[in-house]
Nanobody
Framework: QVQLVESGGGSVQPGGSLRLSCAASRNIFSIYVIMGWYRQAPGNERELVATITSGGSTNYADSVKGRFTVSKDNTKNTVYLQMNNLKPEDTAVYYC???????????WGQGTQVAVSA
């Protein structure tokens, strides 16, 4: 099994920045893997924030475009989410996800809390 360990969450003021990290216990990068960041606020459904493919192609939710950047380091089996100009509506528990496409399987991090308030 693959274990994902998240870090980097915390409490910041609006306009602040955080960088989340998600490290896999072993190398799972391949052309059939998509890495993603999701977030879930209390009482809300989990929503997709950003994705990055093994080839480096990225996609972002409209709400975070221009503010968040997803990246990866294959040598460290780690994916990152740089969050700038944070807003109160970004407050949520953030989860990383490694999705294998062939065969289909998902691995999830434990979640890390991000709180944005004045």
């Amino acid at each position: 099994q693959v274990q994902l360990v998240e870090s980097g969450g915390g409490s910041v003021q609006p306009g602040g920045s955080l960088r989340l990290s998600c490290a896999a216990s072993r190398n799972i990068f391949s052309i059939y893997v998509i890495m993603g960041w999701y977030r879930q606020a209390p009482g809300n459904e989990r929503e997709l924030v950003a994705t990055i493919t093994s080839g480096g192609s990225t996609n972002y939710a409209d709400s975070v475009k221009g503010r968040f950047t997803v990246s990866k380091d294959n040598t460290k089996n780690t994916v990152y989410l740089q969050m700038n100009n944070l807003k109160p509506e970004d407050t949520a528990v953030y989860y990383c996800n490694f999705r294998k496409l062939v065969p289909r399987a998902d691995y999830w991090g434990q979640g890390t809390q991000v709180a944005v308030s004045a």
